[in-house]
């Protein structure tokens, strides 16, 4: 046989797919399994969650950095300064972007620091929710 009566023997051969005696039977089996499964997945995954955030939210409440330059050794005290220039930098940067946004008189630096936790946590919330719906209307 050669190259040229190869090809079309093969799309011919896999152009239809044979059917199954049992098909149906075989698609309600993987169905019903899918489902059953489905339920002890997202009460697993609910509890999982549940747990993994009541364990984050009381790390948060405990963390203490301390590094302040009087303490620590030279790498905790570069380690400080790192941190420092960064947030400076930070603010920088989002002082330039509320400039041109307009909304320079917002101070974010009387609420507390949980109170920006909770914002923060909000804003990523969303935004991956809106990512979540974005995936699932191309899906």
């Known amino acids: 046989m050669s190259a040229d009566e190869f090809d079309p023997f093969i799309e011919r051969q896999f152009s239809r797919t044979p059917v199954m005696a049992d098909a149906e039977l075989f698609a309600a089996d993987i169905d019903a399994r899918l489902a059953s499964g489905s339920r002890v997945r997202t009460m697993a995954l609910?509890?999982?969650?549940?747990?993994?955030?009541?364990?984050?939210v009381q790390e948060t409440m405990s963390v203490n950095l301390n590094l302040s330059r009087d303490s620590g050794p030279v790498a905790g005290e570069a380690v400080g300064q790192g941190i420092e220039s960064l947030t400076?930098?930070?603010?920088?940067?989002?002082?330039?972007g509320l400039d041109q946004l307009g909304l320079s008189g917002v101070a974010l630096g009387s609420l507390g620091a949980m109170q920006l936790f909770w914002i923060t946590a909000g804003a990523l919330i969303a935004i991956a929710a809106a990512g979540v719906m974005k995936l699932s209307q191309e899906v």
């Open 88 to 96: 400076t930098r930070a603010q920088g940067l989002a002082e330039a």
């Open 46 to 56: 609910a509890l999982a969650g549940l747990i993994g955030g009541v364990v984050a």
